[in-house]
């Protein structure tokens, strides 16, 4: 996995240097010339994102953290694989949100979290929930979540730019600044589409790591193929309301809801005794399978979070089993 490594790596040094040179665009178009202005601005935006990103899933998500009288066996299973990636246990929470899903988030390895819906308890089996959770001990042991949390930022940041510059001018202050407010805006708003973009392809790079991280804590392959499966089913029987409820969230889960009703036609083809779950044969037969994705399915791959199912669950089967 040396190449998604690098490739993560390369994102890294683009999106920052995306930054500065919009934020060093901005300054000089307004007269601002010092270079410790841009810097400290860029990272100063990138901080506060840090301190603040915790409190603000936890209050989209609606967190409720529980102690292990509550839950003992989620609290058992979340120990054993914190022991197993040797990493302190995470804090562990519910969240009252209707979507079935697992995520986890924090500012550090101390600060972790691993938080399950009340949905998905009733959905997996005891063997799939302890291969989703691994997925997400595997963001918090890669440090990837504070990654995808701070970079999220910077598409943000440069929307706001160019909705400011654009619609209202940037103040204007100096003749001729209306053309320069312009100028500022669109360039802004191209970036924050090629940012978006770079973020998607991060965020996709990182659940390939989790994933393979979940196996290499002692799950098998088609525990978390089978968890996915079932979490894409429950993510398809969910009503639009509820699915837009989550839309700003879907980074954090393991998996696109949007795409539900696409990726469940997919991936009935996988569940060859139409068991509802892929076992250990199933999933050695896609091992094999070339898969052909269409350009539609390619485009929304490159708009999602998350990487294409079909391919995600293939590159599982490649996997050895514990």
């Known amino acids: 996995m040396w190449y998604l490594r690098l490739r993560m790596f390369l994102l890294l040094a683009v999106l920052f240097g995306i930054v500065y040179m919009v934020m060093t665009f901005i300054g000089v178009s307004m007269g601002i010339t010092n270079f410790y202005f841009y810097l400290v601005l860029s990272f100063g935006l990138m901080f506060l994102q840090y301190m603040i990103g915790p409190k603000l ?16 066996k989620l609290h058992e299973m979340v120990e054993e694989l914190a022991r197993k990636a ?24 101390s600060d972790g979290r691993v938080c399950v819906t009340k949905g998905i308890m009733q959905l997996l089996s005891e063997n799939e929930l302890k291969a989703v959770l691994g997925h997400e001990m595997s963001h918090l042991k890669n440090r990837d979540v504070l990654t995808i949390t701070i970079l999220s930022v910077i598409p943000m940041i440069l929307y706001r730019i160019a909705w400011y510059f654009m619609f209202f001018g940037g103040g204007r202050r100096r003749e001729g600044g209306g053309a320069n407010a312009a100028l500022i ?23 390939y790591f989790a994933d393979r991280g979940s196996v290499l804590l002692g799950n098998q392959p088609a525990w978390l193929a089978s968890g996915l499966y079932k979490l894409v089913y429950g993510s398809a029987r969910m009503d639009k ?8 969230l879907k980074a954090f889960f393991l998996n696109d809801p949007s795409r539900a009703l696409n990726e469940i036609k997919e991936l009935r083809q996988l569940d060859l005794d139409k068991s509802g779950t892929i076992d250990p044969y199933e999933l ?23 990487p294409n199912m079909l391919k995600r669950i293939k590159q599982l089967s490649s996997y050895e089993r514990g």
Do not use: C
């Not at 050695?284 to 998350?306: C, M, P, W, Y």
């Open 284 to 306: 050695e037969a896609i091992q094999n399978k070339r898969l052909v994705l269409s350009f539609g399915d390619k485009l929304l791959e490159l708009l999602s979070t998350h």
């Open 185 to 207: 805006g669109l360039v802004a708003f191209i970036f924050y589409f090629i940012t978006n973009l770079l973020v998607l392809y991060a965020s996709r790079i990182r659940e």
């Open 86 to 109: 040797r990493i302190p246990k995470p804090k562990v929470g519910i969240a009252s949100i209707p979507l079935p899903n697992a995520f986890a988030f924090g500012r550090g390895l």
């Open 241 to 248: 309301d509820s699915l837009k409820e989550a839309e700003g």
């Open 57 to 72: 899933v936890e209050w989209s998500m609606r967190v409720q953290y529980v102690g292990k009288e509550q839950y003992p």
